[in-house]
């Protein structure tokens, strides 16, 4: 393992002398979309020297685009959220080595590196949703709110969130346990809201994800939230201890009296034999 990276590096060290000898630049390396939650940007390697990256892209089949602020750069990443402005369509990008600002060279074509192809809508990572409990009156159904996980999309002056952008194709999958157990149920909704039939007065624990059927199998989930409880309620008596429980202390009282009494009881009859025995020992007055 330690050999193949040696021989890597020395290979990519070979080839980008070769390079500068001829004027011509290392191509990008590892050209990949990150997307969360619609803030995408697109990234590679190696860091440069002595040469830059220009980034260009476009709707698949359209014309180049640049980013003003991702043209003869030294960074290694061009955020294009506010570029990508179909949400729907499938993109694709170049990154191309080329001089450092303020110089020139005589190639008629700089090396360049292409990304794979990027839809946001199908592809962006969903963020963790955050949610709330209710627990009705009789400690039998909760109710989980959900709030939409916010995007990086702006439209009018106005932040959209997850349902603003995806409407009716989001859905939320709810896995959820009882508290004192590791096994899991899953209920999906349309909406922001769902009611769970529970054990009365259990402690449930619950956690929330986006989902979204209409994607391929890999990308239909977003980010799991964090976990959250509701508190256990007021159960009648009998469930809350058990029968065994409560016969075992019933027992337990029964056993007591009963020992009280016999403790009692023989205490009593000793003493009644000491008074006798008292009496009998008292001489008689003369008459």
Not at 25 to 48: C, D, G, H, I, M
């Amino acid at each position: 393992m330690l050999e193949t990276r040696i021989c890597t590096a020395l290979l990519f060290s070979f080839f980008y002398l070769i390079g500068e000898v001829a004027g011509t630049y290392p191509r990008a390396q590892n050209v990949r979309w990150s997307s969360s939650n619609f803030k995408t940007l697109l990234q590679w390697s190696p860091e440069p020297t002595n040469y830059s990256y220009t980034v260009e892209f476009s709707v698949v089949g359209k014309n180049r685009e640049r980013n003003p602020h991702c043209i003869r750069s030294s960074k290694t990443e061009c955020d294009l959220t506010s570029m990508l402005t179909d949400l729907k369509a499938t993109y694709s990008a170049d990154v191309i080595s080329e001089p450092l600002p303020g110089q020139s060279s005589d190639l008629p074509e700089f090396p360049h590196t292409r990304s794979d192809t990027f839809c946001p809508y199908k592809d962006t990572d969903i963020g963790r949703p955050d949610f709330s409990i209710e627990v009705n009156k009789e400690k039998d159904n909760i109710t989980l709110y959900i709030k939409d996980p916010p995007s990086a999309i702006y439209k009018d002056g106005k932040q959209l969130n997850m349902r603003d952008i995806f409407m009716n194709d989001l859905k939320y999958r709810v896995t959820y346990r009882r508290a004192t157990s590791t096994g899991k149920k899953t209920a999906d909704t349309d909406s922001n809201q769902i009611t769970l039939k529970v054990d009365k007065g259990e402690s449930y624990c619950f956690n929330v994800e986006a989902y979204i059927p209409t994607r391929s199998p890999g990308k239909q989930l977003g980010e799991m939230s964090m976990t959250k409880c509701s508190q256990a309620g007021d159960r009648p008596f009998y469930e809350e201890y058990g029968i065994g429980t409560i016969v075992c202390a019933i027992l337990i009282i029964i056993v007591a009296i009963a020992v009280a009494i016999t403790v009692t009881v023989v205490c009593c009859k000793r003493r009644g034999r000491a008074g006798n025995r008292g009496k009998e020992g008292t001489p008689l007055n003369s008459v």
